[in-house]
């Protein structure tokens, strides 16, 4: 398959919403995370990460040494997602994960110092596409799309069954 294929090429505008998806703002959004996404995976496999990681390590970050329950929990993933995504990170050396002194059937994760000094090439990352995403939005306009982006995810929370993703520590 080659780059010019339609299905590997990127609209530059949402594509039409299909037969029975039932509402175009569904659709603009589940079209816009995913471009969002694709975009930051493309930097953070600059940092020798996949997406989803980075999540993770800004849990570790803020936190410090946290169960691998909680780390699950507050991610919102399948344990066996995780577990994986863990494996991944130990064997690049961004993670470690030992036995919780506390109650030894517990395991604890904990950033390295190689995860942490992945930290600020993230921040950059993030940093980056948010400029990137928003670009050509005026000041209130910005503020105007995370108000109402906040509005859309306290409707979303309940249907989803989040309590919030704050983190863990």
């Not at 993670?95 to 110092?113: F, G, I, K, N, Y």
């Amino acid at each position: 398959m080659s780059g010019t294929d339609p299905v590997c090429t990127v609209p530059s505008a949402p594509p039409p919403v299909p037969a029975g998806c039932g509402g175009t703002v569904s659709h603009a959004l589940a079209w816009v995370a995913r471009l969002h996404r694709i975009a930051m995976g493309r930097r953070l496999r600059d940092l020798g990460l996949y997406p989803g990681q980075e999540l993770m390590m800004m849990r570790l970050w803020d936190c410090g040494a946290v169960r691998q329950s909680e780390l699950i929990q507050s991610l919102g993933l399948d344990p066996s997602t995780v577990t994986k995504m863990l494996q991944r990170m130990e064997q690049c050396g961004y993670v470690r994960r030992s036995p919780d002194p506390a109650d030894r059937r517990a395991v604890l994760v904990e950033a390295t110092d190689a995860g942490l000094a992945l930290r600020a090439g993230v921040e950059g990352a993030w940093a980056d596409l948010e400029e990137s995403t928003l670009a050509g939005l005026a000041p209130a306009d910005r503020a105007e799309l995370a108000r109402l982006l906040g509005l859309v995810g306290g409707n979303l929370t309940e249907e989803a069954g989040e309590e919030g993703t704050g983190p863990v520590c």
